[in-house]
């Protein structure tokens, strides 16, 4: 088929890699434009999925908004069969889901209707859900209320957000591999009307770990938002890559003993793998000899 692709992160790369390996034609990559990054954080860096797309040949653009008529008519006008997504990042008006000669369908992180939406993955382990998976959804208007054609699910199974985003990326490619090989076979199947949840875009200030709520939520956090879940010390963050719930009581935000277990509202968070800022990953207690926390230190 003559596909344009339509990706940003690194989740879209394997999407990208497997229609090119399937033998289609992608005629054009659409992805975000590039942004400041870089060793000072000041050179513009194109994203992963531009940066593969050149590799391969393929045209990349990179327009600001899809809303104007003319960027409309260029998509337009690249005359595809269909128009494939995963996590481009802006929104499609109905002009550009109505170009292609099937449309445009969406490699979604989740089993929908449950986290509709910017994050399903990293919600997915925040709420402590046991199962979640990918498919493949005809796009249309509301945001991410199409019908389903194909769908797998995995278990979560104590993996972190990166984790799960690549098996759910690898997933999601040979779904939509299989798909675009057998669409009539494949028919689009509305959601249920029940179980819908929306994942909201990530806010910074949720990777701070809260020690207020109880110790298996604090867990998901460094999980869910790995690597950048973080507490402060006197003034320093200090990231936890890595923790263990422990049976263990006391006043929230305090450490319990000098391994740095640290009470939560119920039970107790012991990180095992940290990293202090500008410095290398550690496991925990290679930290606490060169930094000992003693016990009764108040880390919030």
């Known amino acids: 088929m003559r596909i344009i692709f339509m990706g940003t992160p690194d989740f879209a790369v394997p999407v990208l890699k497997a229609l090119v390996s399937a033998g289609h034609e992608v005629i054009a990559a659409y992805s975000q434009p590039p942004r400041?990054?870089?060793?000072?954080?000041?050179?513009?860096?194109?994203?992963?999925?531009?940066?593969?797309?050149?590799?391969?040949?393929?045209?990349?653009?990179?327009?600001?908004?899809?809303?104007?008529?003319?960027?409309?008519?260029?998509?337009?006008?690249?005359a595809a069969d269909v128009a494939v997504v995963a996590a481009y990042g802006l929104i499609l008006p109905q002009a550009v889901l109505d170009a292609p000669k099937h449309g445009c369908l969406n490699v979604h992180g989740s089993i929908l209707p449950r986290w509709r939406g910017a994050a399903p993955v990293q919600r997915a382990i925040l709420a402590g859900d046991l199962v979640t998976g990918?498919?493949?959804?005809?796009?249309?208007?509301?945001?991410?209320?199409?019908p389903v054609m194909a769908e797998?699910?995995?278990?979560?199974?104590?993996?972190?957000?990166?984790?799960l985003l690549a098996e759910l990326s690898e997933i999601g490619a040979r779904l939509m591999v299989e798909v675009l090989a057998d669409l009539p076979g494949h028919p689009p199947r509305a959601q249920p009307a029940e179980g819908v949840t929306y994942a909201r875009k990530i806010d910074k200030a949720e990777t701070?770990?809260?020690?207020?709520?109880d110790a298996e939520f604090a867990e998901r956090q460094v999980r869910a938002f790995h690597p950048l879940a973080w507490f402060e010390l006197d003034g320093e963050r200090y990231r936890v890559l890595a923790a263990e719930v422990v049976n263990r009581a006391g006043a929230a935000?305090?450490?319990?003993?000098?391994?740095?277990?640290?009470?939560?509202?119920?039970?107790?968070?012991?990180?095992?793998?940290?990293?202090?800022?500008?410095?290398?990953?550690?496991?925990?207690?290679?930290?606490?000899?060169?930094?000992?926390?003693?016990?009764?230190?108040?880390?919030?």
């Open 152 to 163: 797998a699910k995995t278990d979560v199974d104590g993996k972190t957000g990166p984790e």
């Open 134 to 146: 990918v498919g493949i959804m005809q796009m249309e208007a509301g945001l991410d209320t199409g």
């Open 253 to 300: 935000g305090t450490t319990l003993d000098d391994a740095l277990t640290i009470a939560c509202n119920f039970g107790a968070l012991r990180p095992t793998l940290i990293q202090r800022a500008g410095r290398p990953a550690m496991p925990t207690a290679d930290l606490l000899r060169g930094r000992p926390i003693p016990a009764g230190t108040r880390i919030d």
């Open 208 to 213: 701070r770990l809260d020690f207020h709520h």
């Open 36 to 78: 400041p990054g870089g060793r000072r954080g000041k050179e513009l860096t194109p994203s992963p999925v531009h940066k593969v797309a050149e590799e391969l040949g393929i045209e990349v653009r990179t327009p600001l908004s899809l809303r104007d008529e003319q960027a409309q008519a260029d998509f337009a006008a690249l």
